[in-house]
């Protein structure tokens, strides 16, 4: 199965960029900042992984379950932009 014939990758080139991709956003989930955007595109990765195992008829347990996880971590996680400014807006008001 050769995903990116367009651009003439091979299947080695497309394992190794999807991987990369899981490590560094899955590093970024540690970062407060960053969750919401890195747990996006986690589950835009998942819900890839999830369409092969359906296309290939492979069992849906294992992507599935990362898929659900990284759609219910990008729900809870809260918008950081929004509520660090309601903090600075609230601490000048103080003063």
């Known amino acids: 199965m050769q995903p990116f014939t367009y651009f003439n990758w091979s299947s080695e080139t497309n394992r190794v960029l999807v991987g990369a991709m899981e490590v560094f956003f899955g590093a970024l989930l540690l970062c407060p900042y960053y969750t919401r955007l890195s747990a996006f595109m986690l589950a835009a990765i998942m819900a890839g992984a999830t369409w092969v ?8 347990v294992m ?3 990362f898929l659900a996880a990284c ?9 950081s932009v929004a509520s660090s400014s309601k903090s600075v807006a609230s601490g000048k008001k103080k003063q």
């Open 63 to 65: 992507p599935g379950a």
């Open 53 to 60: 195992h359906f296309a290939i008829h492979e069992t849906l």
């Open 71 to 79: 759609t219910l971590l990008f729900l809870v996680s809260g918008d």
